[in-house]
């Protein structure tokens, strides 16, 4: 079903647009549903101190020394599986739409790789087969977030996207470093896990919206010049 899903993305996205930038933008959903899930947890869900995955772990009992009972898991996890489509087809979409290099397409590529790995992390929930779930989740930490400074160097978008980008990225890497040393720097596990995934997630947000504003307006008729006669005429006029 998901390659079928590329084929059609692949066909269609000069037909569409702004689908792949509407398809970024959905990624708020994410933040969304896991505060509905969170808020059903019995004791209160931390944010410092459970991570992520946890909203989506299906058992309730301790779990790497933290208790977790998470009701709503099942959401969670397909929030999960919905964002990593969403990355995935969204970034193939504005890639064959938008992207302005070799650069740019790699930036893109690099972030619909990143959303296979969170289609992963909910089809493997972090009790039922850790191994798969870990590899999920390291993809777009690592992989994704690399993407953000790639694309904050090469796409074309305005100064502030770009910095904002580009720090946002190097940000959540220089979180994973310390994340994967077991330096949660006050934080907590959930809080360090959060500096490394909530950027990427905002980032594709924020360029979605963008984009989709940029294809929204209005645009200049182009202007074109007869060498016959030397007349300049426009778009509209021809028409």
Same mark, same amino acid.
């Given at each position: ?8 993305? @692949? @066909? ?16 708020? @959903? ?14 209160? !869900?931390?944010?410092?101190? &459970?991570?992520?995955? &946890? ?114 990225? $190097? ?7 310390? !994340? ?15 500096? $490394? ?37 426009? &778009?509209?006029?021809?028409?």
């Amino acid at each position: 079903m998901l390659v079928k899903s590329f084929r059609w993305a @692949q @066909q269609h996205s000069a037909h569409y647009p702004k689908l792949g930038p509407v398809l970024y933008a959905t990624s708020i @959903q994410y933040f969304a549903i896991q505060l509905f899930v969170a808020l059903k947890w019995t004791p209160p !869900y931390s944010l410092s101190r &459970d991570t992520i995955s &946890d909203l989506g772990n299906t058992a309730c009992g301790t779990w790497n020394g933290r208790y977790v009972c998470s009701p709503l898991h099942s959401l969670m996890n397909v929030s999960f599986v919905v964002l990593g489509i969403t990355m995935t087809l969204g970034s193939v979409l504005i890639s064959r739409y938008f992207a302005n290099g070799r650069a740019s397409e790699a930036g893109f590529a690099a972030m619909a790789i990143s959303g296979l790995g969170v289609i992963m992390v909910g089809f493997f929930p972090e009790n039922s087969v850790p191994t798969l779930h870990g590899l999920g989740a390291a993809i777009p930490f690592a992989l994704g977030n690399a993407s953000l400074i790639i694309l904050a160097l090469s796409f074309k978008m305005p100064a502030v996207l770009r910095v904002y980008s580009f720090l946002s990225g $190097v940000m959540a890497l220089l979180g994973l470093v310390a !994340y994967a040393s077991s330096h949660y720097l006050g934080l907590g596990e959930g809080g360090m896990e959060r500096v $490394v995934a909530y950027p990427q997630t905002v980032c594709l947000v924020v360029i979605g919206f963008y984009l989709a504003a940029r294809y929204s307006a209005p645009q200049r008729p182009r202007t074109i010049r007869t060498r016959a006669s030397g007349r300049t005429t426009s &778009d509209l006029e021809r028409s």
